[in-house]
């Protein structure tokens, strides 16, 4: 097949393969699942309760439904109080007044302050929302009852239904955006390499201080999409090594966000730079040389970086750990070399010299953030903290299992 066929296949994927790949997103697959534990739930409820359409029960089991078994061990308990909540303050109010325009009024006012003290969380606007839709299909007190039960049984099947059917891992789509964020950070850098050449118009230097900006917005989306992941690990029977894998991702997301703070910083140089020299070259051809070497040692850096925190597989982790190091020796070659002819220059001509120095420091601080040794430092020292926190939360069974295993070892050393 010829390059430009593979590029075509690329960039138009069978339909079928892109209906797959959208059928492994997090969105759809708890669209899914959300579907299925309501009309369970609503099937179960026709059986148990009087009411002829018992929506409380899907309604219950939506809210508790949630994408990982970690959220709805979570925040199922919260959500289903505040369902209960609203429920028992529409039975009151059905019973009293039922439903005008102040009443509502009233039962959201109600709602929104009882849902402080029932200890429901982010959940306190549910309150106020189960209470209105009990309130509005509720006139009579004795059929409201039935409505409990419904949230019972919704709360159960949603429960039940992720402990039984256990939501899938999300490692893989926080793995690409961290990925797919390192790709455009090494597209920055590979950017000011370019720029560093020749002249540079203080719009072009502007417009990648901007860009750089930007890359805040994709650390919050990846961010995102990691707790997601490491909520998916959590309490999950399919994950044998569930705190190796968050920490390993947290860890690396935290060096690439210093590294895009960093970054930003060092497009923040290169434009100041611009503006001092509006009608020459930013760099002396032989230094601008050197420090374009140094970017692009650095962008390959970077995405070997992400490619070694989000690889699992032993002989491809390894394979990228070694590139890393390689393009890491490299950058820190041509920026010694770099640093040496900028010095040279900056004793001929001392203009804006702190800008020279500054940006070696930031060159400095990306290298040392993806540096492979201090990595391993991070996820030692990570990796211990959890544990000290898992022996903080239990003192009390950490006590006991510490008497049985020194009984055991007593008695092992009394039968030898």
């Known amino acids: ?76 308990i919260r959500r289903v109080n505040s369902v209960v909540a609203g429920v028992l303050i529409a039975i009151g109010f059905s019973t009293l007044v039922g439903l005008t ?39 009579v007190a004795e059929t409201s009852w039935d409505r409990v039960l419904e949230t019972l049984i919704g709360a159960v099947v949603g429960l039940l239904f992720n402990i039984l059917f256990v939501p899938p891992v999300w490692v893989q789509p926080a793995g690409e955006a961290i990925e797919d964020l390192a790709r455009r950070m090494r597209g920055l850098l590979d950017d000011m390499g370019t720029q560093v050449i020749g002249h540079t118009p203080v719009e072009e230097a502007a417009a990648r201080l901007h860009e750089a900006r930007r890359l805040d917005h994709d650390i919050v989306e990846v ?41 930003r910083v060092t497009a923040r140089t290169l434009t100041d730079l611009a503006k001092q ?35 699992h597989v032993t002989t491809s982790a390894e394979h990228a750990e070694t590139r890393l190091s390689e393009e890491l020796a490299a950058a820190r070659t041509t920026r010694d070399q770099a640093a040496d002819l900028l010095l040279e220059k900056v004793l001929e001509h001392p203009r804006q010299w702190q800008l020279h120095g500054a940006l070696l420091a930031e060159i400095d601080r990306i290298l040392d953030e993806l540096d492979v040794e201090k990595r391993s430092q991070r996820l030692v020292e990570e990796l211990d903290r959890h544990s000290r926190e898992q022996l903080n939360r239990r003192p009390r069974l950490n006590a006991v299992r510490r008497r049985l295993r020194s009984s055991r070892f007593g008695r092992r050393s009394t039968l030898g």
Request: aromatic share 6%; net charge neutral; charged share 20%.
């Open 101 to 139: 325009w102040w009443s509502l009024g009233l039962i959201i006012l109600a709602s929104l302050v009882i849902g402080r003290f029932v200890r429901v969380g982010e959940f306190v606007p549910e309150v106020a929302i189960s209470a209105m839709l009990v309130l509005g299909v509720t006139r």
């Open 1 to 76: 097949m010829h390059n430009g066929q593979k590029v075509r296949d690329l960039a138009d994927p069978h339909p079928l393969t892109t209906l797959v790949r959208r059928g492994r997103e997090p969105a759809v697959v708890q669209t899914v699942r959300s579907t299925l534990a309501a009309v369970i739930s609503y099937v179960v409820a026709l059986t148990l309760s009087k009411e002829p359409a018992p929506l409380t029960a899907p309604l219950t089991a939506l809210l508790v439904v949630q994408v990982t078994l970690y959220a709805t061990l979570t925040t199922g």
């Open 277 to 311: 020299r509006t009608d020459e070259p930013l760099f002396p051809a032989d230094v601008a040389e050197s420090l374009r070497e140094v970017f692009t040692h650095v962008a390959r850096a970077v995405e070997s970086f992400a490619v070694v925190i989000t690889t």
């Open 223 to 263: 961010d995102a999409s990691l707790r997601q992941a490491e909520d998916s690990l959590r309490l999950n029977p399919r994950v044998k090594e569930g705190l190796l894998y968050r920490v390993v991702l947290r860890t690396g997301l935290d060096a690439l966000e210093i590294s895009a703070v960093v970054l």
